[in-house]
Structure formats: structure tokens, C-alpha cells
């Protein structure tokens, strides 16, 4: 980082800057990155605080003065997340629950998306109207029903609870912005599949799916993230600590320290950075697409 | 499966040659087919979402309770007079619409001088980007842990740096404190979101064309001047959309207030006093009744919204 601040250095920010004698210029372009510089601490430094919390021992975690730098890093929180053997358990729930929605929603999503984006049917305004309204409804305001929903159908501490449950929030935002994606796409493509005598569903999964690739990985980034994050569901409708996500695990680790008085913070920011981390990563390697999938409906209203 | 697509497939490739006669038949099936495809969609929602929210109204008027085997009796409105003379819950909504007001006028300002700074062109603008999508990203569950770890009075960075600059001589209890939790819980929010505030106004002011701005500067306007006509203006769709979501988004709050305060009673949402009612107390009737509130209150915030969207239309 420290590299690309000094090569920024040298050129100017294009800020209207090119009539004002050069004094000034500097003046502001130091100001200007100064700006940046605050924006990029206060972005990074909490998780800078928990990377340093997680490698810090006991014994200097609950220490004033606060040290700011690690003086002698541990690995003895990351080890004891692990050797519990159930916070292994929620990443495996997580993941379990997260690529499960993820792929169903995609799956169920792509249908109607290619109904919605590509044929002209009567009835079609509507359900577009009740797809859009469902990407803003209150999780809160179903809870109860489906608190019942979910014993009624045997899966109460059940991962398949949570799966059924959060389709409620991915399924309508993934209908939603693939059939963006399929409207964008030019209507020659089929007329030329159908000139060559291909089905629509041939046209679909050999024409258009591949073509939908882009935005399917982008909706399909968004609908992880969002399952991954989930809480309420999670806390609501499991009970034992053997089907917990990571978030519930890592709510949970407050209590089970055995000391009341003392909670394991350093365990606990060794677990945050460990759930961060496949997220960071995900953001990093896909950030066009993300940063494209997140602000494509603003856009368009 | 087979039969009916083989037949649209002809009415579609006739259509190109000969255009008259199967224009109606065509239409049918296309319906027919887009029917098909929706049905899975459709099934879903109505399954996990449209039923479940009937079921909800229905019991806001009976005396349902959770898993009890027994059944509801209806009651009427009993449900709802209880609620209107219920204090807790109307703290709880005083709390939400609290940090609803701080949390998206303090996002929405910062989202808009952050989108403004990066949206100038500079070398490294794709790493504060990048940036950005981090505090995003991440469970909220784990940034309220992170956050709280930081507000700690005894061993909290943020104590230990206000007292090392001199600001302060007595560490804060920041979450413990009534007059200092709302601001620290809203802070989380705030440092969380405003990325994502950031990033859609953003996208926002990269499609107004760099023509107006050109076409401004040579008429004379300053800068403050372009701001104010040209930016505020062309990015008020932009503007709106981001409000409505945020602020759905914090009148529904639940997991940083339950992470940083558990169920403590002077600062539960809206979302926490419904969850506690119906999972805790296993109370459903009277659990429903506050989620059609909720519902309605959101209601409210939205269609007040959409109507001055559209006013601003016209």
C-alpha cells in the first residue's frame, strides 16, 4: 500500500486543479490523500484490531496500556478454536447451509429469471411487482409462522430449516437481478437458436445460461454472503450446539469460557478473522463483479 | 415435458416465415411455458413467505401459542389493545426509530463524501474500493464482537487511545452506559454500512456524463455551484433508492443490538421484542400481533417514501 501512495504521488488528482498556481495544488493533493488515507484507517483498522487481538497471548490482552503492536505473537487462540472440535462444526454447518441455498436459489432462480427477462406474457408486471417486494420483506414478520412451518415439518434444529427459510431473502433478490441480466441480453441470440430449430429450453441452457454465466457468479457471490451472514433464522430455529452456524458459535463463545468473569476475546477475534477471511477473499478475487451486482439495481431503480 | 416444447419450438421457428396465423397459439404457449418455468419460484414464495404472513395475521388474533398442542382460541383484538398500552414495546420502537435516524442520516452523509472522494480520478482508487467491501462483506454477528471487544472499559483500544490523547480520564462503559449505548451500537452500523451507502451512490455519480460538468465549467460555475445543480440533482434516483433500503434495513434491526446487548430491556428493537415474545415466551398471538405492527410501521416508511418519489417525479 505504501507503494501505491508514492506512485500516486506524482500525479495529480484530475480535481479541477489545473488553472491554481502550484502551491495550492500541492496543498490540496496532500489534502486530498489525506482524505483517502482517513477513509482506508477507518475502513481497516477494526479488523487490524482483531488480527492483532487473535496473535496476542492472554497474559497481554487483558494488560494496560493497550500494546497496539504485537510484541510476542501466538498461535494459542487458533488453536483452541479448533481443538474444540465445534466451532469446526459450525464452519461445516455454514458452508452446508450457505452452498445449499446458494445453488438452489440459483437453480429455481434461473427458471423464472429467463420467464421473466425473456418471454412477454400476461401476468408478467405483477409477479416482476411481487418479486420486488419481496427483496424488502420483514424477515421478522414471518417468524412465528415459520417457527411453526418448520416443526411442522420435522426439521426443527435441523440444517434444512435454514436452508427452506432463507430462501425467503435469496430466492426473490436472485430472481430479481438475473432477470436484469437476461432482459440485457440481444434477442438475435434466440431468433438465430430458433431459426436453427433449437427448443426454448435448448435455447436456454445452450444459448443463454452460458451467456448468464457473469451474472449467475454474481448473484450466486451475493445470495452466499447474505446466507453465510444470517442470524435471526440461525438463532431462532436451532437449539442444540452441534447444528450452530458460525455466527451462532461465535455469539455463543461470550458464555462458555467457564469463567463468567473473564470472556475469551482472544479466542473469539481468532474466530472472527477465521470467518472473515473466506469472505475477504471471495470480495477480493470477485470485487468487479460484486461491486456491478451490488449497485446494478440502484442504478436502474 | 417433451411434447409441449417441441410444439412451441415450431410455432416459434414458423413465426419468422410466416407471420399471421400463429400468432395467437404462440402467445399461448409462450404464456404457458413462462407459467412453467415461474411455478417452482412461485411455489416458494408463497410457501416460506405469502402463506406464513397470512398465518401471522390470522393468529395476531387468537391466543396461539408456540408448540403447545392446544388449540388457539380467537379473541378479537385483545391482542392489539394489549399492544397499544404495552410500554416495552413502545420503547422498543422509540429505540429503533433512534437508530434508524442516526444511523442513516450519519451513513448517508459519510457514503456521500466518501463516493464523492473516490469518484475523482487517483491511482490507487481501486484499493480503497476494495476496502470498502470488507466491512461490508463480513457477518454482522462478527463486527458486533469485534466492535465490542473494541468498547471494552477495562482492556478496549478505544478507551486506552481517548485516555492516551487525553480526552478522556475515566474509562467508558460505552455499551454499559444508557447515555452512551445507542451512539456506540449505532457507530457499529455506521462504520459497517457506509461502505455499502458509499458504493451505491457511487455507481450513482458515474453515470452523470462528464459533458454537463464540462459544459458548467465553462459557463462559470464553481465548484460548490456543480455540486449543488448539476451532482444533487442528477443523483437523486440514486439518492432515493439508497435511502429506502437503509432504511428498511435499520427499522428491522436485530443482530447487532441482541450481540452487543443480548436481551436487555431498555435498548431491545422492534425485531428483538417480537423474537423474544415468540421464541422466548413462546407467545404467538400476541408475538403476531406485534409482527403485523412491524410490518405496518414498515409499511408506512415505505409507502411514504414511494409517494415522494413520485412526487419529485411529477
Do not use: C
Request: aromatic share 12%.
Amino acid at each position: 500500500m505504501a507503494q501505491a501512495m508514492s506512485a500516486t504521488g506524482a500525479t495529480a488528482p484530475r480535481t479541477a486543479t489545473a488553472k491554481r498556481p502550484k502551491a495550492s495544488s500541492v496543498i490540496m493533493r496532500v489534502l486530498f490523500y489525506a482524505l483517502v488515507v482517513i477513509i482506508i484507517l477507518y475502513t481497516l483498522i477494526p479488523f487490524y484490531w482483531a488480527v492483532r487481538s487473535s496473535f496476542t497471548p492472554s497474559g497481554d490482552l487483558f494488560r494496560t496500556p493497550v500494546q497496539y503492536l504485537p510484541t510476542n505473537p501466538t498461535l494459542e487462540h487458533y488453536k483452541a478454536v479448533f481443538g474444540t472440535g465445534l466451532f469446526r462444526r459450525a464452519l461445516v454447518n455454514s458452508a452446508i447451509v450457505a452452498i445449499s441455498v446458494t445453488v438452489l436459489s440459483l437453480i429455481v432462480g434461473a427458471f423464472a429469471s429467463y420467464a421473466l427477462g425473456r418471454f412477454r406474457f400476461r401476468g408478467r408486471t405483477p409477479v416482476l411487482y411481487l418479486v420486488l417486494s419481496m427483496t424488502m420483506f420483514p424477515q421478522i414478520a414471518v417468524l412465528g409462522s415459520l417457527f411453526q412451518l418448520v416443526n411442522s415439518l420435522r426439521l426443527f434444529n435441523k440444517l434444512p430449516a435454514l436452508v427452506l427459510t432463507y430462501m425467503i431473502f435469496t430466492l426473490p433478490f436472485t430472481v430479481w437481478t438475473l432477470t436484469n441480466f437476461f432482459r440485457a441480453m440481444p434477442g438475435e441470440l434466440e431468433e438465430a437458436a430458433y431459426v436453427d430449430g433449437a427448443t426454448p429450453f435448448q435455447t436456454f441452457y445452450k444459448v443463454l445460461l452460458p451467456l448468464a454465466g457473469p451474472g449467475m457468479v454474481t448473484t450466486g457471490l451475493l445470495a452466499f454472503i447474505s446466507a453465510w451472514n444470517e442470524f435471526l433464522f440461525a438463532l431462532s430455529f436451532t437449539q442444540t450446539p452441534d447444528k450452530r452456524t458460525v455466527n451462532l458459535a461465535i455469539f455463543y463463545f461470550s458464555g462458555s469460557s467457564g469463567n463468567a468473569f473473564e470472556i475469551p476475546w482472544g479466542q473469539i477475534m481468532a474466530a472472527t478473522v477465521i470467518v472473515t477471511v473466506p469472505i475477504v477473499v471471495l470480495v477480493l478475487v470477485f470485487q468487479r463483479r460484486i461491486i456491478a451486482g451490488l449497485t446494478a439495481g440502484a442504478v436502474k431503480g | 415435458m417433451s411434447q409441449p416444447i417441441a410444439e412451441t419450438q415450431r410455432a416459434t421457428a414458423t413465426e419468422v416465415s410466416n407471420q399471421r396465423r400463429p400468432g395467437a397459439t404462440q402467445r399461448q404457449q409462450q404464456t404457458r411455458l413462462a407459467w412453467l418455468l415461474l411455478l417452482p419460484t412461485l411455489a416458494i414464495v408463497v410457501f416460506v413467505a405469502l402463506y406464513p404472513l397470512a398465518q401471522t395475521i390470522y393468529q395476531s388474533f387468537t391466543d396461539a401459542r408456540l408448540a403447545s398442542g392446544v388449540a388457539p382460541k380467537f379473541i378479537g383484538l385483545q391482542n392489539y389493545s394489549d399492544l397499544v398500552r404495552d410500554l416495552d414495546f413502545r420503547r422498543s420502537i422509540l429505540v429503533t426509530l433512534q437508530f434508524t435516524l442516526l444511523t442513516v442520516v450519519f451513513e448517508f452523509l459519510l457514503g456521500l463524501g466518501i463516493a464523492l472522494v473516490i469518484n475523482s480520478a487517483f491511482k490507487g482508487r481501486g484499493v480503497v474500493r476494495t476496502a470498502m467491501l470488507v466491512p461490508w462483506a463480513i457477518p454482522t454477528v462478527v463486527s458486533a464482537q469485534m466492535w465490542k471487544w473494541m468498547y471494552s472499559d477495562q482492556y478496549g483500544v478505544i478507551n486506552d487511545f481517548l485516555g492516551r490523547i487525553g480526552l478522556i480520564d475515566q474509562p467508558i462503559a460505552f455499551i454499559a452506559q444508557p447515555n452512551t449505548s445507542l451512539a456506540a451500537i449505532a457507530a457499529v452500523d455506521i462504520w459497517k454500512t457506509t461502505p455499502f451507502v458509499a458504493l451505491l451512490l457511487l455507481a450513482g455519480l458515474q453515470v452523470i456524463p462528464g459533458e454537463v460538468y464540462e459544459a458548467a465549467r465553462i459557463d462559470g460555475a464553481n465548484a460548490f455551484q456543480q455540486f449543488l445543480r448539476i451532482t444533487m440533482p442528477l443523483l437523486r434516483p440514486a439518492i432515493l433508492v439508497t435511502l429506502i433500503f437503509r432504511t428498511l434495513d435499520s427499522l428491522r434491526v436485530f443482530d447487532v443490538f441482541y450481540v452487543m446487548f443480548g436481551a436487555r430491556q431498555d435498548t431491545q428493537t422492534m425485531a428483538i421484542y417480537n423474537q423474544q415474545n415468540i421464541v422466548s415466551f413462546s407467545d404467538l398471538g400476541y408475538g403476531s400481533a406485534i409482527s403485523v405492527a412491524i410490518f405496518l410501521i414498515i409499511g408506512i416508511f415505505v409507502v411514504a417514501y414511494v409517494t415522494f418519489l413520485k412526487v419529485e417525479e411529477a
